[in-house]
């Protein structure tokens, strides 16, 4: 089954070398287009006539050859003038450090020569920073890091070639490589300091472009020797038909496990190179029949690092000289970090080689760009808001309304709330929906903001709608509490039982996923009233189960822990100072207090506390 494509937002900060060789351009669009100039350091020298020209970008060589050295490498940021919309764009460009580091890393991946924009780094890997032997980068990973390598003409050539596959995959199947390429490189820059942190990355990293349609079933006699064991045993007095269809089954199972599609995409994606000129050179390569079984073990190795934090022994890092392979006492053979290193260049060169190419097409990539950040808006900034109001956002609307008024009445903004347009449009929709909490908390925001307001500026209409409706908040719920809570309508009067019923109700939502979201203060009061009641009525051990129910929605509040103490020692205290918990200390009189009706500044906001993108 095809995966579903990517959006522009998943895909984020990981498109910039398709973007600049513009692959999502539109034709008639004029660009922006600016130059940006990087230092990187390498332990290479780089042969060729300046400037060694790139499909993107471009490398100019500087003339010293030490143990490292130093290129300038620059790239053309091309962004489209105008938006999809016809309206100029902001964004001229970006800062240009991703489209520099991604083409770094690309030559460090294919070229096997480190290439990065941190000098420091750079120069403890190649130099050794005075590391014994057997615990140098360059022990590791042969030529990535071993000092005065030269990188020759032929081998810019091969970067080519494999770049303009690359730029001229599909957007997911680019981006799923270079997440795969930028990780093992880290891998290998952290190797020193976290061995198998940086085994486990190089496993994962290969297992990220695993397909299942390359997974391969095994025979019986090649299935894991253990699992083989019981399932054998199990079977030993079944029919032979039925114990033949359950092996199959297993079989099929292990096949569509994320074990056998690593295992068996790996090896798919394997060419006769591999055993042969990529393997000149090497120390102690696999040999073709063992791989499948080290692949085996590399997968259980990152599954140990992962659920138990379980370390490789030294014997895998420790004195290889480079060697792809070593003898591990728990395993016998497996394959090294530099094992490794030679075996996801190869595969991944081998997938972007046979990945289906496309022609460049328009699309507004706009937020694949690098360095947005996406906030959420406080809600006084949106609530007032009109058009966005549905029976979905209406439990959100009354969270923001609840959580800005709470900030308001306690000083911490002076933002104003008009709310009477929205209080119009809830007019016009309540009637429409079945009952339910969407239209509860709708009417409660209704409510609550006329309670705030001058009854002589009250419209008809308004009073119409509350005379027809408010009787829905002497129902026992959160909407009601919020209401009562925050305003002067009278706390209805419910029964203890109607509390807790409504608490439990609450409790149980709150550990699902859609929930109606309400402030933390409002939960835990809710909680902590149900507590009261439960006292009250001399049912203790329950009361200290919903007193544990306030402090979860509120850790660490000293409040909440105090008032939780005396209660569970024996000593409760039924007026809990709500005010100051929802409000704070009690200040002087403020010399001006806002207007619920102040019209707020800001107008760039979205509504039902949409997140915003802010360059």
């Known amino acids: 089954m095809a995966n579903k494509k990517k959006t522009a937002r998943q895909l984020r900060g990981q498109l910039m070398l398709q973007i600049a060789a513009g692959r999502f351009f539109r034709p008639d669009v004029t660009l922006n287009e600016t130059e940006h100039r990087y230092t990187v350091y390498s332990n290479a020298w780089f042969i060729g006539d300046p400037p060694i020209a790139l499909p993107v970008g471009e ?6 050859m030490g143990l490292t050295s130093s290129a300038m490498i620059a790239v053309v940021d091309r962004l489209e003038q105008q938006r999809p919309d016809g309206t100029d764009d902001f964004m001229i460009a970006t800062g240009g450090t991703a489209l520099v580091d991604d083409l770094a890393y690309l030559m460090t991946f294919v070229l096997n020569r480190t290439v990065s924009r941190n000098h420091d780094q750079t120069r403890r890997l190649v130099t050794g920073d005075g590391t014994p032997r057997g615990r140098s980068a360059n022990d590791l990973f042969p030529g990535l890091f071993e000092p005065r390598q030269s990188v020759q003409p032929s081998q810019w050539d091969d970067l080519r070639q494999f770049m303009h596959g690359l730029l001229n995959m599909n957007r ?20 020193l300091d976290d061995p198998t942190g940086a085994y486990t990355d190089l496993v994962a990293a290969l297992e990220s472009i695993s397909d299942d349609e390359l997974s391969a079933p095994v025979t019986w006699d090649r299935y894991d ?35 056998r599609r690593f295992i068996s995409s790996t090896l798919a994606r394997l060419s006769s190179d591999y055993y042969r000129d990529d393997a000149v050179g090497t120390v102690r390569p696999p040999r073709a029949p063992d791989l499948e079984r ?9 599954s140990r690092r992962s659920h138990v934090l379980e370390d490789l022994g030294e014997g895998v890092w420790l004195f290889t000289d480079g060697a792809e392979t070593a003898y591990e006492p728990s395993f016998e053979r497996v394959l090294t970090l ?6 996801i260049r190869h595969v991944v060169r081998r997938y972007v080689t046979d990945a289906d190419k496309v022609a460049p097409d328009p699309w507004d990539y706009r937020d694949a760009l690098p360095g947005i950040v996406e906030m959420q808006l406080a809600p006084q900034y949106w609530i007032w808001q009109t058009g ?32 009477d347009q929205v209080c119009q449009e809830i007019e016009g929709l309540v009637p429409k929906l079945p009952d339910g909490e969407s239209k509860t908390a709708l009417i409660a925001v209704h409510l609550l903001w006329h309670a705030l307001v001058d009854p002589a500026d009250h419209r008809s209409e308004a009073a ?9 908040l002497d129902t026992p719920s959160p909407s009601a509490f919020t209401v009562s809570l925050l305003s002067n309508r009278p706390m209805p009067t ?38 009261d009641q439960l006292e009250a009525a001399g049912r203790h051990d329950e009361a200290v189960s919903f007193a544990a129910n306030a402090v979860g929605e509120l850790p660490g509040n000293e409040a909440l822990l105090g008032w939780e103490a005396r209660l569970v020692a024996g000593n409760h205290d039924p007026d809990f100072d709500v005010h100051t918990f929802l409000f704070g200390e009690r200040k002087g009189e403020a010399s001006k207090e806002p207007s619920v009706h102040e019209e707020p500044d800001e107008s760039s906001t979205e509504p039902d506390g949409a997140a915003t993108d802010e360059a």
Request: charged content about 25%; aromatic content about 6%.
């Open 225 to 259: 020797g253990s699992k083989r064991k019981i399932v054998d045993a199990a079977l030993a007095n079944a029919d032979q038909e039925v114990a033949d269809k359950v092996r199959t089954a297993v079989l099929e199972a292990e096949r569509t496990g994320l074990k």
């Open 464 to 472: 119409a709608f509350i005379d027809e409706y408010q009787a829905v």
């Open 172 to 191: 997911d199947d680019f981006a799923r490589v270079m997440r795969a390429i930028r990780n093992a490189v880290d891998a290998t820059r952290r190797a």
């Open 494 to 531: 419910w029964s203890a039982d109607d509390w807790i019923v409504m608490a439990q109700a609450r409790n149980d939502a709150r550990n699902t996923k859609t929930h109606a979201p309400l402030p933390a203060a409002i939960d835990a009061l809710i909680q902590l009233e149900a507590a």
């Open 388 to 419: 966005g109001l549905t029976a979905e956002a209406a439990t959100r609307r009354l969270d923001g309304f609840a959580e800005a008024l709470i900030g308001w009445i306690g000083g911490h903004h002076t933002d104003g709330l008009p709310l």
């Open 59 to 64: 490398v100019i060589a500087s003339t010293e």
């Open 294 to 302: 080290m692949l085996s073990i590399a997968y259980d190795i990152r």
């Open 338 to 343: 530099a094992g490794l290193w030679r075996l």
